[in-house]
């Protein structure tokens, strides 16, 4: 057994800001690439609702701030790939974890499947039958190609050939940091609303409809976040065959946590 895979933590820190969950993994997944703190699998919600940008998109170019910030939408860059979400009802998840680890680890590619298995065992489990996706491309250049439940990646789960589950990848130092998103409502649907360009704005929340789903429309009983995080621990306990212990944010990643956050908040005023 290889030293990484000797602790696992899970985190269960419910809802929180944007600026506070992003800034977090990152705390997260430095602390870990230093050596202080251990694997982790984190669940989380977010209040309020937000909007998340890929760390390649710069937010002002693909969403309307003022209007954010009138409707008190919070706005974040991910420290992970990808294009922009809308956070309202959803369950997020993160694992932070070494690229050496036996169960998680490997390419990207393999990160992707391995995670994706153990999230389509957590689905079943509130009954809602998921598969792996082969990948699909998104639709042509236009405001489309900004948003995330648009592309299906291989590996990315999906219910009759719908997206539910998306996820990006960060690696550092033989580190990654993987976060992934799993809607409840059809809440994600309101980021057409919240970019510049709005001019194909039906368009392309018929699009979203048409290529991805949520939960609540697949389950028969109404599900909420607790219900799903907990869905998603046990299915990773399983896989790390029961070795996954619950923990706390420890003192180093709460200053680490708040020091970003300062830093954040002064260039802000900037």
Not at 45 to 73: F, H, M, N
Not at 240 to 252: A, F, K, M, N, V
Request: proline share 3%; hydrophobic share 35%.
């Amino acid at each position: 057994m290889k030293r990484h895979d000797l602790t696992w933590r899970f985190l269960a820190t419910g809802k929180g800001s944007a600026m506070f969950n992003m800034g977090l993994d990152e705390a997260l997944f430095e602390s870990l690439i230093e050596g202080v703190s251990p694997q982790t699998l984190r669940v989380f919600s977010w209040w309020p609702y937000a909007v998340t940008c890929g760390y390649a998109q710069r937010p002002e170019s693909v969403l309307d701030i003022e209007l954010c910030v009138a409707d008190g939408i919070d706005v974040a860059s991910r420290p992970t790939g990808g294009r922009a979400v809308y956070h309202g009802c959803e369950v997020a998840y993160s694992l932070i974890a070494a690229v050496d680890d036996s169960r998680f680890g490997g390419s990207i590619m393999e990160t992707y499947e391995r995670v994706s298995r153990v999230l389509c065992k957590a689905l079943g489990m509130l009954g809602v039958d998921a598969v792996m996706s082969p990948g699909r491309p998104h639709p042509g250049k236009s405001a489309r190609t900004s948003l995330c439940f648009l592309s299906t990646s291989r590996y990315e789960l999906t219910v009759d050939g719908k997206k539910l589950v998306g996820s990006a990848q960060r690696r550092s130092k033989g580190f990654f940091l993987q976060q992934g998103s799993i809607p409840i409502d059809d809440s994600y649907l309101k980021i057409v609303n919240y970019l510049i360009e709005r001019d194909n704005s039906f368009e392309n929340r018929q699009a979203l409809v048409e290529r991805s789903t949520f939960l609540d429309n697949l389950t028969s009983e109404p599900l909420d976040d607790c219900i799903v995080g907990e869905a998603i621990r046990k299915a990773f306990n399983d896989a790390l065959d029961g070795h996954l212990d619950e923990g706390e944010i420890t003192d180093s990643e709460k200053q680490k946590l708040c020091k970003m956050l300062d830093d954040r908040n002064t260039l802000n005023r900037l």
